[in-house]
């Protein structure tokens, strides 16, 4: 699955390597100052969540051969400002020609700016769904929003999921991340760094609860114990400008990835900063 065989990718045309579909993902950013996340497949392109300005979604789609207008459905997990800051624009600018996909009760939070709302697709948390031929599965996420979900996205076999902003690991996240290829996992903080930094004790507090993000500790016992062992690459994001370190997330997933002996790909996503693209 992964790339001994010559990559064939240009917009617009197949994606494939040899004669195996592939899918393709960037993270346009991911951090608490906005989240975007870009995957397609040969005939599907979605985003997952408009955190940035319409503007730097546009910049940052041009800059992978993507196009806002070329999108199939616009994905949100919850209605905090920084995964749907560029929503109202960007829906306005698409004149309402890609659906955006949210449950119920996210849609009802969602302020369109005064502007008639998009198309909007609701399901409900939990709920499978197929958009083109990626296949979605939605799953609850314990965090402070009223009804955050995370996603997993399946096409010709190949699993990408995308775990952020949750304060802790429930089992019923454990389950859906199964047999993942690729994850994008949340590595939030290290507590002693939050503990001693600038925020004020009620957002540590909310940070450090059962619906607030999760530490590098959190995930790395969460890789330790029950990463997929199909693992190909891992994507440590949503990292705290304020109250964690590259180099403290990195430490920590890669001494959990040796416990397991599990040698994926391992990414730091640095805040604001797009990533690489990624073929699977
Ligand atoms: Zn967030
Ligand atoms: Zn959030």
Avoid at 67 to 93: N, Y
Wanted: a negative charge; proline letters at 6%; charged letters at 20%.
């Amino acid at each position: 699955m992964m790339n001994h065989l010559p990559v064939r990718w240009q917009p617009g045309y197949d994606m494939f390597i040899g004669d195996r579909q592939i899918i393709k993902i960037c993270l346009l950013a991911s951090s608490s100052s906005g989240n975007s996340t870009f995957i397609g497949t040969e005939r599907t392109r979605i985003l997952i969540d408009a955190g940035l300005s319409a503007r730097q979604i546009g910049a940052r789609l041009a800059q992978i051969g993507e196009d806002p207008s070329r999108l199939d459905a616009i994905l949100i997990t919850h209605e905090h400002s920084d995964h749907v800051a560029g929503l109202p624009v960007l829906t306005r600018q698409l004149k309402g020609r890609v659906p955006v996909l949210l449950t119920h009760h996210t849609a009802e939070e969602l302020d369109w700016d005064g502007a008639a709302p998009p198309p909007v697709q609701c399901f409900q948390a939990g709920a499978r769904f197929e958009v083109g031929d990626l296949s979605v599965q939605s799953f609850t996420i314990p965090h402070d929003s009223v009804d955050p979900v995370g996603f997993t996205l399946t096409s010709g076999g190949v699993k990408v999921s995308v775990a952020t902003d949750l304060g802790y690991m429930p089992d019923n996240v454990k389950y859906h991340l199964r047999d993942s290829h690729f994850l994008l996992l949340e590595s939030n903080h290290h507590p002693e760094l939050l503990k001693v930094g600038p925020y004020p004790w009620h957002v540590k507090q909310r940070i450090l609860s059962r619906k607030g993000h999760l530490s590098n500790d959190a995930a790395s016992e969460y890789i330790a114990a029950e990463l997929s062992g199909d693992i190909q690459t891992l994507v440590l994001g949503h990292l705290s400008e304020q109250n964690n370190t590259k180099w403290d997330a990195e430490l920590a997933a890669k001494q959990a990835l040796d416990r397991r002996r599990l040698t994926p790909r391992l990414v730091v996503q640095e805040p604001r900063i797009q990533s690489e693209v990624f073929f699977l």
